[in-house]
C-alpha cells in the first residue's frame, strides 16, 4: 500500500464547483481567502457546471472582492469511467482568482 | 444617421455558440479556418451555451485540427434588456483558437 504524506503548509485554496446556485460558491471563497491569507482560489468545475464557475467568478469580482483579478483560465477534458462499462468525456475549466494588493 | 464603413480585409473570424451541438460549431471553425487562411477563431458565446463552447473547443483540439493552440480565454458579463423591462446580467466566454505552424 502506498502511503501519501499531505504537507499541510503547501494547501492549495481550490473550489469545487458544482450544481449549488452560484452564490454559495461566492460564500465558499470569500471564506477561503478571509480564512486563510491566501492570495490565490482555483475554481474547479466540470460539465455543466463550467457556467456556473464562470457566473461565480463574474459576481464575486464585480459585487464583492473588487481587487480580484482572474489571472488565468485553463480548460481541457476529462474521461469519466461509466458504470455501464466504457468511457465519456467531459470538459473541464480552472479559474483562478488573484488577490490584487491595494 | 451614421454611417460605417466595414473593412473587408481585416474581416475577424467568429463563430458565434448557441443552442446546437458542438460538432455543428466544430464544422463551421473547420471552414472558417479553411476559407480563410485565417491563423485564427474566436468562440463566443454566453450563458448556458458557454459549456457548449469550451466542449467545441476540446472537440475541435484534440480531434480535428490538433495544430490549434488556445490562445487566449476571457469571461465577461453582459447586460440584457428584458422584455418585461429591467435587465440582467449573464455570463460571456471568449476563447480564441490559434494555429500553430507546422
Redo the contacts between chains.
Keep these: 500500500m502506498l502511503k501519501r504524506s499531505v504537507d499541510l503548509s503547501e494547501k492549495s485554496n481550490v473550489v469545487y464547483i458544482g450544481r449549488k446556485p452560484p452564490m454559495s460558491y461566492v460564500m465558499a471563497i470569500i471564506t477561503s481567502f478571509s480564512g486563510s491569507n491566501a492570495k490565490d482560489v482555483t475554481l474547479k468545475a466540470r460539465?455543466?457546471s463550467?457556467?456556473t464557475a464562470?457566473?461565480t467568478?463574474?459576481i464575486i469580482r464585480?459585487r464583492f472582492m473588487k481587487d480580484l483579478d482572474?489571472s488565468a483560465?485553463?480548460?481541457?477534458?476529462e474521461e469519466i469511467q461509466q458504470e455501464e462499462g466504457g468511457t465519456r468525456?467531459v470538459?473541464t475549466?480552472e479559474?483562478m482568482l488573484t488577490r490584487v494588493s491595494p
Design positions: 460539465g455543466r463550467i457556467t464562470v457566473d467568478a463574474e464585480r482572474i483560465i485553463t480548460i481541457g477534458t468525456n470538459s475549466i479559474i
